[in-house]
């Protein structure tokens, strides 16, 4: 047996990291529909209160707290895809190294 299989891990560790590099650069494409609403909201809420003249503290507030729950979720669930891949690896280890001491000589 030679390396374990982590292609499809590795391709799903480099895809939360593109997505975690676009919601560092304010994108909007790797949003979910929760965090996508909550940050139009704010922008909205906030055009609103500029038309007024007022002030945009809370809106501001709010649409940095909806990137960063982006960014919290994309970095836990990167964390989760190499926390499986590392599983996946010394499991393998474990049973090449299981196979080589079972030999008599």
Do not use: C, F
């Not at 909550?38 to 940095?64: I, K, N, Q």
């Not at 919290?72 to 996946?88: F, G, V």
Request: no cysteine; hydrophobic share 35%; aromatic share 4%.
């Amino acid at each position: 047996m030679g390396k374990p299989d982590t292609r499809r891990l590795d391709r799903e560790i480099h895809k939360a990291n593109r997505k975690l590099a676009a919601v560092r650069e304010r994108e909007l494409w790797p949003l979910d529909s929760r965090e996508r609403r909550a940050v139009m909201r704010a922008a909205a809420r906030g055009g609103y209160r500029l038309h007024r003249g007022e002030s945009t503290g809370r809106a501001e507030t709010a649409m940095d707290t909806a990137w960063q729950a982006a960014e919290t979720r994309l970095t836990a669930e990167i964390t989760a895809l190499q926390t499986e891949r590392q599983r996946i690896v010394t499991e393998a280890a474990k049973g090449k190294a299981a196979r080589k001491s079972s030999g008599w000589w």
